[in-house]
Nanobody, 128 residues
Framework: QVQLVESGGGSVQAGGSLRLVCVGS????????MTWFRQAPGTGMEREGV??????????YYSDSVKGRFTIARDNLKSTVYLQMNSLQPEDSGMYYC???????????????????WGRGTQVTVFS
């Protein structure tokens, strides 16, 4: 199975930046659709799709709340996907997760149930 490990989270002042990294097992990594999700603080909050990228890196989509501020990219030679987060605000705080699926319709990208593999998350805290 695919193993995913996130890193790059931390605590930053509002207006600052962070770069999240997700490293996966390399076998056929370019065949997997990758998405970043986040979960706001609080028990029972649902995971929100933040940004997604296709296996070849040629297509990407973002949630309305992060458009213009976040950028997703991938390096298949390193089995890695990145999320560059700029102009961070307190509302961006939460646990960020990397998720993967072998194949999925683009229309399903924001749905957590569409994904087969998940990392354990990396915490992002933005203070004002």
């Amino acid at each position: 199975q695919v193993q995913l490990v996130e890193s790059g989270g931390g605590s930053v002042q509002a207006g600052g930046s962070l770069r999240l990294v997700c490293v996966g097992s390399k076998d056929n990594y370019d065949k997997y659709h990758m998405t970043w999700f986040r979960q706001a603080p609080g028990t029972g909050m649902e995971r929100e799709g933040v940004a997604t990228i296709g296996g070849g890196g040629g297509g990407a989509y973002y949630s309305d709340s992060v458009k213009g501020r976040f950028t997703i990219a991938r390096d298949n030679l390193k089995s890695t996907v990145y999320l560059q987060m700029n102009s961070l605000q307190p509302e961006d705080s939460g646990m960020y997760y990397c998720a993967a699926v072998r194949y999925r319709s683009w229309a399903d990208w924001p749905r957590p149930t569409a994904y087969d593999y998940w990392g354990r998350g990396t915490q992002v805290t933005v203070f004002s």
